[in-house]
């Protein structure tokens, strides 16, 4: 399968995941029988937490988002919050689908270890599911879009990682804190408006061209990390992918391909990538149906 076909099969499944959150799937899941066993993917964002469902075909079956400020610079700091978000997410996933959720994987930024690493492992069986694996962000991204080679950039609220495979493998990874929550601020100052107005102004659709115009340096910023860490890394990479919710701007490609020498590729709704790469990330469901 060519990068092409790749990314046309990504993009579908970016917009059932889409359709699947707003509800503008009509498809009623527990009506129908699911092929299991099922992988869930629980994403703890800087501005939201996404459940992922897939089923034993590692088809999304269910999708559920609610905004929360329980992360902040890829780092757990509202735990009690973070369980209480998942727990619910995790009880209308089992009303719809009709069935019991019992194991589930998180992902934290490229280089993550420690405290934090544990904190979403923590959050998951707070939640009353057994934790599958803790992947990070970019290589839970790559699963999704089944990139094999080229890098993969998880852009989102609180930082901006890379991680770049070759022939399947893992080869470089590396993260640093710029992404949305400095998009916001930027806003917020450039406006003199409080930050919690910068963050519902940033996703305002119709406010997208006049705010990319005042965060481009934010964005500009990210795409030289993204430039030095290729650099870093030594060698020739052909395709950037960037993912993450924000990305979410028409002109994200058009900086990165400015700065970055390489071909600058992101799918629809780049927000709901990594949240299916977790759920995808059950090694042991992947062992059995691949």
């Not at 609180?158 to 399947?168: L, Q, R």
């Amino acid at each position: 399968m060519n990068t092409e076909e790749k990314m046309h099969l990504t993009n579908e499944k970016m917009l059932h995941i889409h359709e699947l959150v707003t509800g503008e799937n009509s498809e009623k899941p527990g009506n129908k029988k699911i092929k299991e066993p099922v992988t869930v993917g629980v994403d703890l964002g800087t501005s939201s937490i996404v459940l992922i469902v897939a089923d034993a075909d590692l088809n999304p079956i269910f999708a559920a988002s609610k905004d929360a400020d329980v992360v902040k610079d890829g780092l757990v700091v509202k735990y009690s919050e973070a369980v209480k978000i998942v727990r619910e997410l995790k009880e209308k996933a089992e009303e719809a689908l009709g069935i019991t959720l019992t194991e589930a994987s998180g992902a934290i930024p490229p280089g993550t270890i420690g405290n934090n690493r544990n904190a979403v492992g923590h959050v998951i069986e707070a939640a009353d599911m057994e934790v599958v694996d803790i992947i990070d962000e970019p290589e839970a991204a790559a699963k999704a879009m089944n990139v094999t080679d080229g890098a993969v950039v998880d852009i989102g609220g609180g930082t901006t990682g890379i991680s770049i495979f070759k022939k399947g493998k893992m080869v470089f990874s590396a993260d640093e804190p710029t992404g949305g929550t400095q998009m916001t601020l930027v806003l917020s100052g450039a406006l003199g408006i409080p930050i919690s107005e910068g963050e519902t102004r940033k996703r305002d659709e119709a406010l997208k061209n006049q705010n990319f115009q005042i965060i481009r340096p934010v964005v500009e910023k990210m795409a030289t990390i993204t430039a030095n860490f290729i650099k870093e890394y030594g060698k020739k990479v052909e395709n950037v992918y960037l993912v993450g919710g924000a990305t979410n701007f028409d002109e994200f490609e058009e900086v990165f391909s400015k700065i970055v020498s390489a071909n600058i590729l992101k799918p629809d709704f780049p927000e709901y990538v990594t949240p299916l790469g977790i759920a995808l990330s059950n090694k042991s469901l992947l062992s059995e149906v691949c």
